[in-house]
């Protein structure tokens, strides 16, 4: 029998009644054909509520502690879905990340998976269970300890769940219906994609379009593992598509833009010109874990550099510390900071070959008065930094620009 | 070094200020030259919720499953209990009942404890940790399922735990500061009792008095295991020992008044004279797992009997079915039920080997016009009957009778 998975996050488990719906959804699978694993996150809010309450105890958490906390979340929904779903006169059991066998690296957190046992899991599966997981916990292969895959980790345990089990699609069901052309908050006019590439929605997933968890779709992509995108509350909604970009039919250059306002500019002013000061400079961030998303250097006509580049907010002052080091060592001027930008980004598989796609993207920029701080651009994406009270204004244009507004019909297609 | 075992109750932690209060109590400890492992019950009203969830979910909930569910209000309670304690510069490491290898017969619900491991368990304590275990949970030593140890395990889970581990004494920390010769919501001049043998505090726990656990008593009592039953609300004040019965000096007959209004009185009148009657009736009971407390069977001239029993409220309904089933097999009148009853207690070690106990309390309700229902004795307890609106007026005559306003003075000595 196919397997599906299907992935429920906090919003579609929240009280009660939600729990019901999700239930719903995963018996209809059942009786549909498939055998069916269910993956759900914390209900709601628990998870920030126990975080709440760590920091309430203590001003410094300890790793290993607050994944033991955390871990509870998912415990909590667990045992109510799969009761849930015994109401509706269907066999289910629930399972911990420990319990199934969700092997991670030795690392609270943020561990990465690294291993998956299934003897267990298909037993239940073939004795007619729903088998209802815990997303985002697994246990230390090394240790045994609890150790939790840091946020948006469900996707991911429910991905590799599906690449594990060879499942025949992975469903992550979210508080949105489908992935759109662009957040349809900005522009009324942003289209529904019936199918987008792994690539692409990587790249959405990196901007933080919040659709999906980056690293479930890397590991979907890695395993062609099809993915769809749909909401717990419609669930007639086929929702969106994700799969390889082989399989798509690529009517349009660009499948989105994307609007992300989570980052800082920070530059080092007046540096000498000499070889190896941009990895100086960058080896000390890595080294802190502090991660860097836009490089851009620029030389003066006097011979000294600037060295921009764009970090997470919440990051900022450490970097600020780190850099300013970094300019006393290296003979630098000063270094600036500014909070007050934006990265506006289009996303496309279609725009591979297809020359002057970011310059089309330049010039509706251009068009609506809004000035380009820094540019960086890979084979499927173009980004620009600007003045963070332009987004929503660069997000339009860019939108009317490239006729995404009339997406919907062509890949109603696909 | 001695190792203590400290216990705190639900309301011992129910926020953060009260976690607090409780990592400075097991700190202290340490400090003062003990070994500590803290158990601790979930957070305030935790439980409650977490079963409020489950019937939102389901009319019909399952044991497994609830146990996995249940068994989360103590996972949260530890880490948080072990942070607090790093706040304040101690080694502290916090494990779940599966963790620590705290294992349990089979059963869902309400385990009993087979086996403690206590390798891991030392090597925390040497290597200078405090050891903070969830209470009340275990896993199957059959299947590896979690399980819980049903109300009031917490108190059974520290008990055990200082038994396997030779504790120097068991500390658990309730929301009473002592055990008091009754209630003092019901008699203002309740005394203190500084120590009680473990035989009285078992009687007093299964009437009722809702301080201690019964089955952690009987194992404290089994093992000699000295426990303390204390406030974490007032360090410093030492509470109430209890110990063995040979170590008590005897200066009072009588140790406690109790009063439990939370039974029902069942009676299968007009029952023949044959023998195996009896049996029948509670073999029948026993195999639906209904506990019967009070039984009197009482001949009348007619040659038909009266079987009276108790039981408690909750399993009424159950046991009105099974009584109304075997009265028609065994050709009996009818079955009656009363809701409308209490019992009242008295307890103590001293009342071993002095007649005319039993006949002061009689006495005492008499003198204060309450009709006794149903009499039954042991040892060292003597409980009647009566009706629900005399309960607080027996509670107060037999305090008084027996004189347990003066008892302080006297005990303090102990």
């Known amino acids: 029998m196919p397997i599906l998975v299907q992935k429920f996050g906090g919003t579609s488990v929240r009280d009660a009644i939600c729990i019901k719906r999700v239930s719903k959804i995963a018996v209809d699978a059942q009786k549909q054909g498939f055998q069916v694993v269910v993956v759900v996150s914390a209900m709601g809010d628990t998870t920030d509520n126990l975080i709440d309450l760590a920091r309430d105890v203590t001003t410094k958490t300890d790793p290993r502690e607050m994944d033991l906390l955390l871990s509870t979340g998912e415990q909590i929904s667990i045992p109510l879905v799969a009761m849930a779903i015994h109401d509706l006169g269907a066999k289910a059991i629930s399972q911990t990340g420990l319990q199934v066998g969700i092997l ?8 990465r998976i690294t291993e998956i046992r299934t003897d267990k899991l298909k037993k239940y599966l073939d004795d007619g269970n729903i088998v209802v997981i815990a997303g985002f916990q697994g246990i230390s292969a090394a240790t045994g300890e609890i150790t939790t895959l840091g946020r948006g980790g469900s996707d991911t345990t429910a991905v590799a769940l599906a690449v594990a089990l060879g499942a025949e699609r992975c469903d992550i069901y979210t508080d949105v219906d489908a992935v759109y052309t662009t957040d349809p908050e900005i522009v009324r006019e942003a289209s529904r994609l019936n199918a987008i590439s792994y690539e692409e929605m990587l790249e959405l997933a990196s901007l ?109 002052q450490d970097t600020k510390k780190i850099a300013e080091q970094i300019a006393v060592d290296i003979g630098a001027k000063k270094v600036t900071t500014d909070t007050n930008i934006a990265k506006v980004s289009i996303v496309g598989a279609g725009m591979i ?8 993207m330049f010039k509706a920029l251009a068009d609506s008065g809004v000035n380009i701080q820094m540019i960086s651009t890979s084979e499927i994406k173009v980004s620009c930094v600007i003045d963070a009270k332009d987004g929503d204004k660069a997000v339009k244009a860019i939108h009317k620009a490239f006729e995404l507004d009339k997406v919907s019909k062509e890949t109603q297609r696909v």
Chains 1, 2 share one sequence.
């Open 104 to 111: 991670t690296e030795d690392r609270h957190g943020k561990a």
């Open 353 to 360: 070959g297809r020359p002057g796609i970011a310059a089309g």
């Open 208 to 316: 933080g379009a919040q659709v999906l968890h980056p690293r479930s779709v890397e590991i979907a992509k890695n395993y062609k593992m099809p993915m769809r995108v749909r909401s717990s509350f419609k669930p007639n909604d086929q929702g969106t598509l994700v799969k390889g970009v082989g399989e798509m039919e690529l009517n349009n250059p660009v499948s989105g833009v994307a609007l992300d306002e989570s980052q800082a500019r920070v530059a080092i002013v007046g540096v000498p010109d000499k070889p190896g000061i941009a990895a100086k400079v960058f080896e000390s961030l890595a080294k802190k874990n502090i991660s860097v998303d836009m490089i851009v250097q620029s030389t003066s006509q006097d011979g000294l550099n600037e060295i921009a580049f764009t970090v997470d907010k919440d990051t900022l």
